[in-house]
């Protein structure tokens, strides 16, 4: 059979093909602990199940649903961003429902770029910005993202002829996988950018809620402007551990969010009227299940820092994700320090270069696991790492 030659430039995905390490150690008996992918193991809010549930029994929820999004799940998505950011949509031109922002970044370029366009693409990113790309034959570029600029992209030394070129920018802030976080006064210039370039700014937000010690993340939509330029994608996967539902949602622009909506009704036939009725009980209804899940993360960040740090391990201060963004130690690659990782302790983290080539010199460590597990994980790490200055013994310590 013939496979198309675009499916060499994306390869598997990163965790499709982490997962499969993990199975093959297991089969052969390795106890492994995954710190690798972001997937909450603490459970959806008790009255967002309850909500699918009675969403599930209605046979209204058996047919199609609405291809844009059920309208009360787009004006509940308006509500909550009025009362979160202070930003009002309008919520049938300006909203559209997702089966989970992944969903929405992986078309997104087809609606917006013709062949040989070029996309500007965080590097560090999520891998997705760059493959949607490829899939719509469109140019990635990458922008790096480095530890010096607080991983935050120097759009002014993106080339002219690139910028010329371009018809999409991904940002993420917070930010997958650096845990980085951006201020308005970046966002503003990046709008500005865009506004410049006539780029659409795609800011990928699906972290907004996820934030530690008082910080509030924004949108890009607070910025005076931006939906003439930008479109914001959001998830529930990560607010409401509720990565299996598969929900999310777009906002902003109207020519960008109409143009997605097209693609999407080309493609696939909505959510799950439930699943919307579980999103629309999901951020209309109490938040406390949010700030316990909340609480729970931060008290896994600090236990990681404290643990790594103690053994001389350079781990930045962390206010937002669930992610720990590591400077791989003793000169290694990031490829050879997730395979000594493993092989000397069983536990699975990302190799930085999984999403790009700036990624090069870290891993990323997920909190995702409970503690019992993350203990035993750091554990490990502490006694196969001791101090972790020097590489550990029997590896190549070679760098790029
Ligand atoms: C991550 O670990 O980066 C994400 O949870 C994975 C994903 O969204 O596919």
Aim: glycine share 8%; aromatic share 8%.
């Amino acid at each position: 059979m013939h496979v198309a030659k675009r499916l060499e430039q994306i390869g598997a995905y990163l965790f499709a093909d982490l997962d499969r390490k993990q199975e093959q150690l297991k089969a052969k008996g390795v106890d492994v602990i995954s710190l690798s992918v972001g997937d909450p193991d603490l459970p959806t809010p008790a009255h967002i199940v309850d909500a699918l549930t009675e969403g599930a029994r209605d046979p209204r929820s058996h047919r199609y649903p609405s291809y844009v999004g059920e309208k009360d799940f787009r004006s509940t998505v308006a509500a909550w961003f009025r009362k979160r950011f202070g930003v009002s949509l309008d919520p049938d031109t300006e909203v559209l429902a997702l089966i989970g922002s992944k969903e929405g970044l992986a078309h997104l370029p087809w609606a917006i770029v013709d062949p040989g366009d070029v996309v500007l693409v965080p590097d560090p990113g999520y891998p997705i910005y760059r493959s949607s790309t490829i899939l719509a034959d469109g140019v990635p570029h990458p922008v790096p993202l480095l530890r010096e600029r607080g991983f935050l992209p120097d759009l002014s030394a993106i080339p002219q002829e690139i910028a010329r070129r371009a018809k999409v920018l991904f940002l993420n802030y917070p930010n997958n996988p650096t845990a980085a976080t951006a201020s308005m006064e970046f966002l503003t210039e990046a709008v500005e950018f865009a506004r410049r370039h006539d780029i659409l700014l795609a800011h990928d937000n699906a972290y907004s809620e996820i934030t530690y010690d008082g910080y509030v993340a924004p949108s890009i939509l607070e910025v005076d402007g931006a939906k003439d330029v930008a479109i914001e994608l959001h998830s529930l996967s990560k607010t409401y551990c509720m990565t299996g539902w598969r929900i999310g949602f777009a906002v902003g622009s109207a020519a960008a969010v109409g143009a997605l909506g097209r693609i999407k009704t080309n493609i696939d036939s909505g959510i799950f009227r439930a699943v919307q009725r579980a999103g629309v009980a999901a951020m209309a209804g109490p938040q406390d299940g949010v700030t316990e899940r909340l609480r729970v993360y931060q008290a896994r960040r600090d236990r990681v820092t404290k643990a790594l740090r103690s053994i001389g391990w350079e781990v930045p201060d962390i206010k937002a994700t669930i992610y720990v963004w590591l400077p791989v130690p003793g000169g290694m690659t990031s490829a050879q320090f997730t395979s000594a990782v493993l092989e000397k302790t069983g536990v699975l983290v990302t190799p930085g270069t999984g999403y790009g080539a700036h990624g090069e010199g870290y891993v990323r460590l997920s909190l995702t696991i409970g503690d019992t597990r993350l203990d035993e994980a750091l554990g490990r790490l502490v006694d196969a790492f001791g101090r972790v200055s020097a590489p550990p013994a029997g590896s190549r310590a070679t760098t790029r």
